[in-house]
């Protein structure tokens, strides 16, 4: 009870402690003085802007203009979005703890609607939407001081809010702490969006928005960075062995929050919800809210293709809420063996398939044609499953034994790949082949029948197995 | 009970009239009552948000919108509304801009397309040499009602028409089917000035739910509304909300009223 007690203490100094540093940081970015103007480095996601290295506050003019523009949600179906500079998500914007921001809302005279901009990193009304209504054809112009630290979602904020929203008018505002983020490799801007397609996902053309759907919240797309496929294959984010990887992650929503998550990566350093002021450690998961952000960091230690998800996991493979990191290198084997042996399992702690067991001695073969009789049921039961009643096998997984070159080449070797089964790379007529074929725990009458059975049939080369061969090839191995 | 009997006789008779006129001709409303899209705070027991029934007068409306060919005999009478010589406080620098000159149009442009990039100065001097004036919200909007015939097309329109990508100029007036009234193209080509657009302005903080006549900018304060499922309307309002009477722009035309 005391320990509980002694806890408590220490708990709330904290607390007062940090709220003590937080209110003397909001001050001091507005005494901040700030010295000169430039003009905001804007990027399209995955980029993001350079690091900043002044050690002062700036007035930073920040042009967003507004485009509502038909562009690729998927392969073959396209959507009239509504963006912050022509992309979804909206350019990236990076500024630093104390800057006075000069933002101005360009609307495009080609469009039809109203626009403004709500940016979380604003204390100010509507987070400055009610600055910033902005007719088709005309600019807003308003300022703000950044005045806390961390990385904010910006949207536009015109009702309905969450139609244009859907519509993609999202995007990320960093604001860094004056001392800095720690230094990484490379910084990447991935952001999660839902969509709302009339037709169903996949369904080809041009797709307007679906209002039901979106009030139902029953996307047809969730997507990062947009559109389906935004980052894969030629356009997957890239990385080095050894380098450490910063994913400024956001979700726009309007309506899905992510369990953001990279496949076969442990995220060394989150900064949930965008906060600057208490990373976490050695996270799986991060959840990043709808209208909300995350940061996450990792050392990568193994080379090959990491898959970017939301682990909500339907939205990722039936969605398309997936992206790809490619990693080059060379891997350490100690991290991540890779695959160092594939065996057949069996619960009864075996290696050797154990075939039906009739309790009485099987039927002894006195010539060749009983033998090629006895072996086609021994084969019926025992190989057709993969080898296939026309023993043409399955391409690429189960090999042909139909005028097979590998079986008629060699005898031995067929006896023993039976008795002692088989496992890795084989070439049968011209194909190659790498499954595993279990030892057949079958009496040495039934291998030689049904290894008969095959060489007499589908054009093979009409040898006789005897079950004296079958005995010495197994004492042999 | 009487009077919607009534109402709705006419309502049919202009309707079976309607195909007859052409898309300069007025059409006439009857008076009636409609549920505005917004809630309007009470003079009595201001405390609370109410939806006031809107009672309309009789009115009459153009068809379709006013179109560039129109829009040109206009300018021809009244040079001070010519692109070159009217004054800035009454129209922004793109007043006409799709037009090649004070007299042409841009190539391609039809005559009988909406005309757009028009101010609410110049739209209203247009209705007033008719005799006219601009429709108010409300009267606009009871029109758009059609005392509640065909709105899910009208949804369906409105949406189709955000959904299209921006062309360089709008498809031509009165190809659509008129609605109950004999009104054509209400929504799907361009937006209307209204007499009053600005009387729904958003307050300072547009999602404050107290703020003046603020619900329908708002994610935080949609409770102001009548129809939280109708986007097609929240949209109507904030592009109104965001006009000035010089602005200019490329989707927005207009169409005059009278009296009876």
């Not at chain 1, 002021?277 to 959840?287: E, I, K, P, Y």
């Not at chain 1, 189960?398 to 084989?426: H, M, T, Y």
Request: charged share 20%.
């Amino acid at each position: 009870m005391s320990i509980r007690v002694v806890g408590a203490g220490v708990l709330s100094a904290v607390t007062v402690l940090t709220g003590v540093a937080y209110a003397a940081s909001r001050q001091e970015n507005i005494d901040d003085p700030v010295v000169g103007v430039e003009d905001a480095v804007l990027t399209d996601a995955p980029a993001v802007p350079p690091v900043i290295r002044r050690d002062h506050a700036t007035k930073v003019v920040v042009h967003l203009e507004v485009k509502e523009e038909e562009g690729r949600l998927a392969d073959g179906v396209s959507y009239t979005f509504w963006t912050f500079g022509g992309k979804v998500p909206g350019k990236f914007i990076r500024i630093r703890e104390g800057d006075l921001v000069e933002m101005h809302l360009d609307n495009h005279p080609a469009n039809k609607m109203p626009h403004n901009i709500d940016l979380h990193a604003v204390n100010g009304p509507g987070g400055g939407a009610a600055a910033s209504l902005t007719a088709p054809g005309h600019s807003s112009v308003f300022s703000f001081k950044a005045l806390n630290p961390g990385l904010y979602v910006y949207h536009c904020a015109t009702a309905p809010v969450a139609m244009h929203v859907a519509n993609g008018m999202y995007g990320l505002i960093l604001v860094e702490p004056k001392e800095g983020l720690p230094k990484v490799d490379r910084e990447y801007y991935v952001m999660q969006g839902d969509f709302y397609t009339s037709g169903a996902n996949g369904e080809q053309g041009l797709q307007p928005f679906d209002m039901a759907k979106a009030i139902a919240e029953r996307p047809e797309y969730v997507v990062f960075n947009g559109s389906v496929g935004s980052m894969v294959g030629d356009k997957a984010l890239t990385a080095n062995i050894g380098e450490t990887v910063r994913l400024f992650v956001g979700d726009g929503g309007p309506n899905i929050v992510s369990s953001f998550h990279v496949i076969g990566e442990i995220f060394d350093t989150v900064w949930a919800e965008g906060n600057m002021s208490s990373a976490t450690h050695n996270v799986q998961t991060t959840t990043v809210p709808a209208g909300g952000s995350a940061i996450t960091e990792f050392k990568i230690s193994v080379p090959g293709t990491f898959i970017i998800v939301d682990h909500s996991l339907t939205r990722a493979f039936n969605r398309g809420a997936l992206a790809q990191l490619k990693v080059a290198g060379e891997g350490n084997k100690l991290v991540y063996s890779g695959k160092t042996s594939e065996e057949v399992y069996q619960p009864e702690g075996s290696g050797i398939r154990v075939a039906e067991q009739q309790g009485v001695a099987p039927p002894a073969a006195s010539n060749m044609s009983q033998r090629v009789e006895l072996g086609a049921g021994i084969f019926a039961n025992n190989c057709q499953a993969c080898h296939q009643a026309t023993g043409e096998g399955i391409a690429d997984a189960f090999p042909p034994l139909a005028k097979s070159d590998f079986l008629n080449a060699d005898k031995e070797r067929v006896i023993k790949s039976v008795v002692a089964g088989l496992q890795g790379k084989i070439r049968v007529n011209g194909k190659d082949f790498d499954g595993v074929m279990p030892a057949w725990k079958l009496p040495d009458e039934d291998i030689a029948n049904v290894i008969t059975f095959v060489y007499n049939a589908w054009g093979n080369s009409r040898q006789e197995v005897t079950p004296e061969e079958v005995k010495t090839i197994r004492q042999r191995n | 009970m009487g009077s919607f009997a009534s109402f709705v006789t006419i309502a049919l008779l202009i309707s079976a009239n309607a195909p007859a006129a052409g898309s300069s001709e007025m059409v006439s409303l009857p008076a009636g009552t409609y549920t505005p899209f917004q809630r309007v705070k009470p003079v009595i027991a201001a405390d609370s948000l109410m939806f006031k029934p809107g009672e309309i007068a009789a009115f009459r409306l153009k068809i379709a919108p006013v179109t560039n060919a129109e829009f040109l005999a206009f300018v021809m009478e009244h040079p001070e509304w010519r692109r070159s010589r009217v004054k800035p406080i009454f129209a922004d620098a793109r007043y006409l801009a799709r037009w090649v000159d004070d007299l042409h149009f841009e190539d391609g442009m039809a005559n009988d397309e909406p005309v757009t990039n028009i101010s609410w100065f110049a739209a209203q001097a247009y209705c007033r040499v008719r005799g006219l004036r601009l429709p108010t919200t409300e009267e606009w909007e009871y029109a758009l009602a059609d005392a509640g015939r065909g709105q899910d097309e009208v949804r369906r329109t409105s949406l189709a028409w955000f959904a299209r990508p921006n062309a360089s100029h709008p498809d031509t007036v009165g190809k659509g089917a008129s609605n109950g009234y004999g009104l054509k193209d209400m929504v799907g080509l361009v937006w209307e000035w209204t007499l009053d657009f600005d009387a729904f302005a958003v307050s300072a903080e547009s999602r404050d739910p107290n703020g003046k006549n603020s619900a329908a900018f708002c994610g935080g304060a949609a409770a102001g509304v009548s129809d939280l499922s109708d986007y097609p309307a929240f949209m109507r309002y904030s592009m109104r909300a965001s006009l000035k009477a010089k602005y200019t722009s490329d989707n927005v035309g207009f169409r005059c009223a009278g009296d009876p």
